[in-house]
Nanobody, 117 residues
Framework: VQLQASGGGLVQPGGSLRLSCEVSGNIFCINAMGWYRQAPGKQRELVAHITDGGSTNYADFVKGRFTISRDNAEDTVYLQMNSLKPEDTAVYYC????????????WGLGTLVTVSS
């Protein structure tokens, strides 16, 4: 099972980015999917989470700015990030939980988001 994240880059404060993460491999089904981030010197933290039924959960620091969505047919999860702030700078990781997978789910390698003028 592999998770390939893309869409990171350099953006000015107030700008937008859309992250994508495609899950590939021998997967019967995917339960929850999520995005996490880790800034330099900080612990990895949850950004947003979406269940297989479409229920979403967001960290307080992104509510109203970020939107998580998924395409079950393509096994892909997205993160639309608007009104980006310098403190959003981090490596963003996607996560996918499956019934047969490891505790904590599968992780992608991450994509770097840098918000700077």
């Amino acid at each position: 099972v592999q998770l390939q994240a893309s869409g990171g880059g350099l953006v000015q404060p107030g700008g937008s980015l859309r992250l994508s993460c495609e899950v590939s491999g021998n997967i019967f089904c995917i339960n929850a999917m999520g995005w996490y981030r880790q800034a330099p010197g900080k612990q990895r933290e949850l950004v947003a989470h979406i269940t297989d039924g479409g229920s979403t959960n967001y960290a307080d620091f992104v509510k109203g700015r970020f939107t998580i969505s998924r395409d079950n047919a393509e096994d892909t999860v997205y993160l639309q990030m608007n009104s980006l702030k310098p403190e959003d700078t981090a490596v963003y990781y996607c996560n996918a939980a499956t019934p047969q997978g490891p505790p904590g789910g599968y992780w992608g390698l991450g994509t770097l988001v840098t918000v700077s003028s």
